[in-house]
């Protein structure tokens, strides 16, 4: 099949997986990616597809706000791409979510195309109370303005969101829980496809050396590396391990955050970022075990990666970790509370004690 291909992801597991998919099906398939001019190309996902297309867009007014034409080249980028799509006899447009919109403007645009939306997630700020993926300004004046234009501009792109996840011709979802999710927001039924991992990348490896723990996810509130610190100040310090969070995007605000609170409990944080795949299996295979407390994670490929080292995986009992990790036998499902956290940190290292050939 020819399959014209788009994303707006931002670094991250989705955008891994779309890589992945990508170089794979791409021996059976033949891929063209589509890129809005003055947009960054992925060199990775460039490399695996036959073609990268660059469509050109039309100026925004110069009037406009700076936000207003980022988004205004943005929408009109992808009206661009999907007529560009529309004009090259593509047997399917493959979308992968966008980081503006959720689901691509551009799904919502092509008329004479099969469109196959692989939906990692609905659009959360719109579906999910409390959702916060960044901390507010300190500022008072900053913070209602903050809130006032999110008032404004959060009925557009949840409009954009919903048309473009209606017209999709068919939705296929990473877990049962975003099945369910998906359903909830959209009334659509999306088909489930499970993500895997590659065993070359992240093969199994020896024992880990001393104790560590790994936290993968952004650096924001919705990964809970803040929760994580907080169960390991609950436990007494000389059998306290130290924390690694890797991550590939910040909120440079939850980033002093989590390193103030981290000092003020003992603590011992260290940060990684934008690490490469070897260098995150190497991270695997070091800890001694892997920690995920992301809130209601859509999926979450790192159990799967922890796993396929190896490395002994805590969870919290939430989101589509339950697909994954089956308590008691690949790792430990624990409730949201930093008590119950640590109460599994505890158990989980004295696996891995007792694990240990040394």
């Known amino acids: ?120 997630e609905p659009r959360r700020r719109t579906y999910e109370r409390g959702y916060q993926p960044w901390l507010e300004p300190d500022a008072p004046v900053r913070r209602l303005a903050v809130r006032s234009a999110r008032r404004v501009t959060e009925p557009c792109f949840a409009r954009l969101d919903r048309e473009a996840a209606a017209r999709a011709s068919v939705i296929a979802a990473n877990s049962s829980f975003s099945v369910e999710s998906i359903a909830r927001a959209y009334g659509r039924h999306a088909h489930l496809c499970h993500l895997g991992v590659d065993l070359d990348t992240f093969p199994l490896a020896t024992s880990p050396g001393p104790a560590m723990l790994l936290s993968v996810g952004a650096l924001d509130p919705t990964k809970g590396h803040d929760l994580l610190v907080e169960a390991l100040g609950l436990l007494p310090a000389p059998v306290r391990p130290p924390l690694t969070v890797v991550h590939e995007r910040a909120d440079p605000r ?62 919290v009992r939430e989101g589509g970790y339950r697909e994954t990790v089956i308590d008691g036998t690949n790792g430990i499902l624990v409730d949201r509370n930093p008590a119950a956290l640590a109460a599994g940190i505890e158990k989980v290292l004295e696996l891995a004690a007792l694990s240990d050939p040394a």
């Open 1 to 120: 099949m020819r399959i014209a291909l788009y994303h707006d992801l931002p670094a991250g597991g989705a955008l891994r997986f779309a890589r992945e998919m990508t170089r794979r099906s791409a021996r059976r398939h033949t891929y063209v990616m589509f890129v809005a001019d003055g947009e960054a190309v992925d060199a990775e996902l460039a490399a695996a597809v036959s073609d990268v297309r660059h469509v050109e867009v039309p100026r925004a007014l110069a009037v406009l706000p700076a936000r207003a034409a980022h988004l205004a080249r943005t929408l009109a980028g992808q009206r661009a791409i999907a007529r560009a799509i529309d004009h090259g006899s593509f047997d399917v447009a493959l979308f992968h979510p966008s980081q503006t919109t959720q689901a691509p403007h551009a799904l919502s645009q092509v008329e004479r195309t099969p469109t196959l939306y692989f939906a990692q």
């Open 254 to 315: 939850f980033a002093d955050s989590l390193a103030r609170r981290a000092t003020g409990l003992g603590v011992e944080l260290r940060v990684r970022a934008h690490v490469s795949d070897r260098e995150l299996a190497d991270l695997y295979a070091s800890a001694s075990a892997t920690v995920a407390a992301a809130r209601l994670e859509p999926f979450g490929l790192t159990p799967l990666e922890s796993m396929a080292v190896g490395t002994p995986v805590l969870a």
